[in-house]
């Protein structure tokens, strides 16, 4: 497997709190992605970095904020969560903007 | 816009029985990846296929490229268990080729 991590792994929180998520790369790769995963959706993309403080929005971007004030590091924050943004978040990595490795994914629950 | 139609959405066999998915783009490709995702884990890059016609093999999947450049697909030799998962597929966004679109993917069941 890639040099990916995200954490935390596991999340319950509740409406209306913030909550950051983070994905740290051992491979200074410069393309990071963030995604989510509902069933019946496949992989949405949220936010992505073509490098460091460069980001741009995806197609469900609303109610996410992202930073990469470092290479390795791509911050996901919900600024008030709600219960829609429940979900499977993923982050992923690549070298070139094609292939993608993907992290274990972090499981929030918002209640 | 630019779209990924997979089909089908779910297939259920028997261990041992062929399966095949099928990926359809609105646009011509420059390449194309397949990816598998294990129930509760997360996608793996299978490969990527860039010439028209092409035909890979891994083991038991066979991963073709239409010669149009159109659509793909892959086929799984006489399944096993260990094929279980939602299977993938993913084109580079025309417009914008720092992402990908997605198929929605299959997920493939597998009887022992």
């Known amino acids: 497997d890639a040099g990916i991590t995200q954490s935390p792994r596991h999340k319950v929180t509740e409406t209306g709190t913030p909550v950051t998520l983070r994905c740290h790369q051992t491979?200074?790769?410069?393309?990071m992605y963030w995604y989510r995963q509902d069933p019946g959706h496949g992989l949405r993309l949220i936010h992505y970095?073509?490098?460091?403080?460069?980001?741009d929005k995806g197609e469900v971007s609303d109610g996410y904020s992202v930073s990469r004030s470092k290479t390795e590091d791509f911050l996901l924050t919900l600024e008030s969560a709600t219960s829609s943004q429940t979900s499977v978040y993923f982050c992923a990595i690549s070298p070139t903007s094609e292939t993608q490795y993907f992290g274990p994914g972090t499981r929030l629950l918002v209640l | 816009g630019q779209q990924v139609m997979q089909i089908p959405q779910y297939q259920h066999v028997q261990e041992g029985e062929d399966f095949t998915t099928y990926c359809n783009s609105s646009?011509?490709?420059?390449?194309i990846q397949w990816y598998k995702q294990r129930p509760g884990g997360h996608p793996v890059f299978l490969i990527q296929l860039v010439k028209s016609g092409e035909v890979k093999k891994q083991k038991r999947l066979t991963f073709q490229f239409g010669e149009a450049k159109k659509n793909s697909s892959l086929h799984i030799t006489a399944t096993q268990t260990t094929d279980v998962g939602t299977y993938f597929c993913a084109e580079r966004d025309a417009g914008n080729n720092r992402k990908l679109i997605w198929g929605l993917g299959t997920s493939l069941a597998v009887n022992p």
């Open positions: 646009t011509t490709l420059s390449n």
């Open positions: 491979e200074n790769h410069r393309y």
């Open positions: 970095s073509y490098g460091v403080k460069d980001t």
